[in-house]
């Protein structure tokens, strides 16, 4: 028997993105048995356009925003569902029957807690280029929030996103607390969602900020002793060489990030939950090395990796 899928989406001033994908979402068959939108201090009439349109859905109005992550947690601890499909205000599945597909694919594979699909991009392309539908399925150490499925019976075992993270970073963080639990993530390749990505309220600088303060925080919150001051000068030293890449501009504004990360670590602290090196080293390896069978797997984290 299929399980209850329930959709969620977080939307910030793309009223017409967000009437589009809705649209989309009707066309599903079978349908969602519910759908939920929280529209995070939007200013263009998102909220009204929602009751007005889309009555059937379940609508969160934060107002001022708190931002995406804690978002996608309320919803997650709100939904119905045993599997909650989220996507972006700018995306949704390119099959109609993609919900009956989904739940096959969550009962072939039980010990996977994440579920991330190929992104079709503008022009035809998949982006990243290394995850379409000619990719063979394979354990990943993150996923896009705008493309991915989940089990919420794990998320409410885990610490799930951490609200402070306001936006970004909160994929590889959960993704790491699933394999402490001894469940996986996993990219399937035979579903496909359309992602168009909006160029509405997007900065690639404001975004590069807030992922790297966050992965500071949450190696403060996962990584365990004495790892701490390696892991964080490795992270560091990569996101200085991806703003380095990106020019002067970025290079010069990359202590505000620093300084954001500082100012809240002892917040980290207090939440911090470290998860054994071996599965930690195992999970930074996946994102490099990832691996395609579940014995694999296994090996890899020295553990059984399985849903209970």
Not at 101 to 116: C, D, G, K, Q, Y
Not at 138 to 148: E, F, I, Q
Not at 251 to 275: G, K, Y
Request: charged share 25%.
């Amino acid at each position: 028997m299929n399980e209850a899928v329930s959709i969620m989406i977080t939307t910030r001033n793309r009223c017409e993105d967000l009437r589009r994908t809705l649209t989309r979402l009707q066309q599903l068959e079978p349908p969602a048995d519910e759908i939920l939108v929280t529209a995070d201090g939007c200013s263009d009439g998102t909220a009204e356009m929602l009751r007005r349109e889309f009555p059937q859905c379940r609508v969160w109005v934060n107002e001022p925003g708190l931002g995406s992550v804690p978002s996608r947690d309320c919803m997650l601890r709100q939904a119905s569902g045993a599997l909650v499909l989220s996507l972006d205000d700018d995306s949704y599945p390119v099959e109609n029957d993609f919900l009956y597909h989904l739940s096959l694919a969550f009962a072939a594979r039980p010990e996977v807690a994440v579920m991330t699909f190929p992104e079709l991009r503008d022009g035809g392309v998949f982006l990243p280029p290394d995850k379409t539908p000619q990719t063979a399925g394979h354990y990943v150490s993150a996923y896009p929030n705008g493309a991915a499925a989940m089990r919420r019976s794990t998320y409410l075992r885990a610490a799930g996103y951490p609200p402070c993270f306001e936006h970004s970073y909160e994929e590889p963080d959960y993704a790491l607390q699933c394999y402490a639990l001894g469940a996986a993530v996993w990219f399937e390749p035979s579903m496909v969602i359309r992602h168009h990505f909006s160029p509405v309220n997007r900065d690639e600088w404001r975004t590069h900020q807030f992922n790297a303060r966050n992965e500071m925080w949450s190696v403060w919150m996962r990584c365990p002793w004495p790892w701490i001051p390696v892991v964080l000068l490795f992270r560091l030293w990569r996101q200085f060489c991806y703003a380095w890449s990106e020019g002067p501009s970025w290079v010069v504004r990359e202590p505000l990030w620093w300084w954001s990360a500082i100012d809240r670590v002892f917040d980290c602290l207090r939440h911090r939950a470290p998860v054994p090196w071996k599965t930690y080293f195992a999970w930074m390896r996946l994102a490099r090395y990832p691996l395609n069978t579940r014995e694999a797997l296994e090996q890899s984290f020295d553990a059984r990796v399985d849903q209970r």
